[in-house]
């Protein structure tokens, strides 16, 4: 079969992150701080320390942990993350891996759209909240349930 001026760009494998059509998925262009290696679907909030920047969900609960077991002696992972008196909010879904190891990077991300809430990444030892879910919906982006 003669297949001239054809060739094969990638591979798709599905990774069941999309949950939904009847909610537009859109995408913008996010900072992730440096130090991390993030997968596509990974939740993100703004980093406590530089607030243009974008951490995995569950980063600024873990900080402020152990700043509280430091000066407390104690420590809970069940509060929301504080910043400047303020919580950390998730706001976005992270489009595509990021390898933010050395330096910053530039990536797309999600702030629209029907998601599946088993394919969401977050930081090891955090669990997704309900008002996770809130401050996600109210944003436009709709976490769904479905079987995978």
């Known amino acids: 079969m003669n297949t001239n001026g054809m060739s094969q760009v990638g591979t798709f494998t599905p990774d069941h992150l999309i949950a939904g059509n009847r909610h ?17 679907g990974t939740v993100l909030e703004k980093d406590g320390t530089e607030p243009n ?5 569950g980063s600024m609960a873990a900080a402020k942990s152990a700043a509280e077991s430091v000066t407390e002696g104690k420590g809970t992972t ?12 998730a706001e976005y879904i992270l489009a595509e891996d990021v390898d933010a190891s050395d330096e910053d990077v ?4 999600y702030y629209t759209g029907e998601f599946a809430e088993n394919a969401l990444i977050v930081k090891e030892g955090y669990q997704m909240t309900d008002e996770d879910r809130k401050t996600l919906r109210n944003a436009g982006i709709f976490i769904k349930t479905i079987m995978m």
Request: charged share 30%.
């Open 24 to 40: 537009p998925v859109d995408v913008c262009h996010v900072v992730i701080k440096a130090g991390q290696q993030l997968e596509r």
């Open 53 to 57: 920047k974008y951490v995995i969900r």
């Open 78 to 89: 069940e509060q929301q993350p504080v910043e400047d008196g303020k919580e950390v909010e």
């Open 106 to 109: 530039v990536a797309a991300a």
